[in-house]
């Protein structure tokens, strides 16, 4: 399978030596740590929703190769490369898509039961909250980080300051309440509002990407495509000239 943009990217990034490597890690991790709780940082790959890789149930095959349903492109785009095994940072890089865009069509992928695994719940859960299908408290529970009973909470503390003439976020009740850390909300907030960034990659700053079909060059292929052009040139040229002298006979 040829490499993703993403794939030649990071492996031009791991070539760099050691020394630029690990002030690079350095200063990206001071610069996280701005912006993320330990949650985010020390999160186990399988559980980080733009490295997760989708895997297509035999609904999402059948559907990816019939487009019975006849759905955006853009989720067609999608559902092949999940088909190739990519994940969604991969996906998003070779579609230009923006996060957002990545996690609403997959959100509706997951709905539609495309896919064959079940999903880690916080890798749902981030794609539900990116997506704009949750909102901040229902990502916190499907999450696993707070419960339904501490939501209804916070809901009737809610209504009771707005009774009183006091308007608050209910992240920040949440946060009052001691459910969820305040870094914990600033974090999803932040990815959030990232994810509407696009982040396009020049494939001149890549390794170039070689076809990797069987017994397949580019260069015989032009070579009979020029060949068999000439010859229906000829043959055109031929009918031409006697169409002619037959109508001057």
């Known amino acids: 399978m040829n490499k993703s943009l993403y794939e030649g990217f990071m492996e031009k990034l791991l070539l760099f030596p050691l020394w630029i490597k690990q002030t690079i890690f350095l200063d990206l991790s001071k610069d996280l740590m701005n912006y993320l709780s330990n949650e985010f940082l020390d999160v186990e790959e399988d559980e980080l929703f733009h490295v997760y890789r989708p895997e297509l149930s035999e609904l999402g095959q059948n559907e990816l190769f019939t487009k019975e349903s006849k759905f955006d492109e853009s989720i067609y785009s999608f559902l092949n490369c999940c088909s190739k095994g990519m ?63 501490q939501l209804d909470e916070v809901l009737n503390k809610q209504q009771e300051m707005n009774e009183a003439g006091k308007h608050v976020f209910i992240a920040e009740l949440m946060v009052q309440l001691g459910f969820v850390r305040d870094r914990d909300v ?64």
């Not at 890798?123 to 696993?144: D, H, N, Q, S, W």
């Not at 994810?195 to 890549?206: H, P, T, Y």
């Not at 170039?208 to 580019?218: A, F, G, K, L, Q």
């Open 87 to 149: 994940s969604l940072i991969e996906i998003a890089i070779e579609n230009n898509f923006t996060m957002e865009e990545v996690s609403k069509a997959f959100t509706f992928c997951k709905m539609s039961g495309f896919f064959s695994k079940d999903v880690p719940k916080l890798v749902a859960a981030i794609a539900g909250f990116i997506a704009g299908k949750y909102r901040t408290g229902e990502y916190f529970i499907r999450a696993g980080k707070m419960t339904i009973e």
């Open 186 to 249: 600033k974090s999803i907030i932040f990815m959030k509002e990232e994810s509407g960034k696009r982040f396009s990659l020049n494939a001149d700053e890549v390794p170039s990407i070689t076809m990797e079909r069987e017994n397949y060059d580019i260069r015989v292929e032009n070579t009979k495509l020029k060949e068999e052009n000439e010859i229906l040139r000829q043959k055109m040229d031929a009918l031409l000239t006697f169409i002619k002298e037959h109508k001057e006979g």
